[in-house]
């Protein structure tokens, strides 16, 4: 099992930045990506970024592209999402999850490639 707790969140005005983490504890040497997605009120849960734990991959939706940026500190089995020059737009709860590579098939952006979920941590940008 892994678990994972996501930290970070709050209210921010539009054009303020904010960086989320993700404290993996627990099988994280069977994890081989990790992944932040969120949820909107009333959305289905979407894809924002990935990262592998070795190499340089990173995989990002169009819309965060350029805003936001992936990284990890393996030591820390630990997982950052620097987001820049928020909108009101990416107002949600944003979710940290793990890859175990069971299902290398299933594309990064989909929700069900990932075996571990944290709890979440909301992030409100005003307008």
């Known amino acids: 099992q892994v678990q994972l707790v996501e930290t970070g969140g709050g209210l921010v005005q539009a054009g303020g930045s904010l960086r989320l983490s993700c404290a993996a504890s627990g099988r994280t040497f069977s994890t081989n990506a990790m992944g932040w997605f969120r949820q909107a009120p009333g959305k289905e849960r979407e894809f924002v970024a990935a990262?592998?734990?070795?190499?340089?991959?990173?995989y990002y939706v169009d819309t965060v592209k350029g805003r936001f940026t992936i990284s990890r500190d393996n030591a820390k089995n630990t997982v950052y999402l620097q987001m820049s020059s928020l909108k009101p737009e990416d107002t949600a709860v944003y979710y940290c999850?793990?890859?175990?590579?069971?299902?290398?098939?299933?594309?990064?952006?989909?929700?069900?490639?990932?075996?571990?979920w944290g709890q979440g941590t909301q992030v409100t940008v005003s307008s």
């Open positions: 999850a793990a890859d175990s590579g069971a299902h290398p098939s299933i594309m990064w952006y989909q929700p069900r490639r990932y075996d571990y």
């Open positions: 990262i592998k734990w070795s190499g340089n991959n990173t």
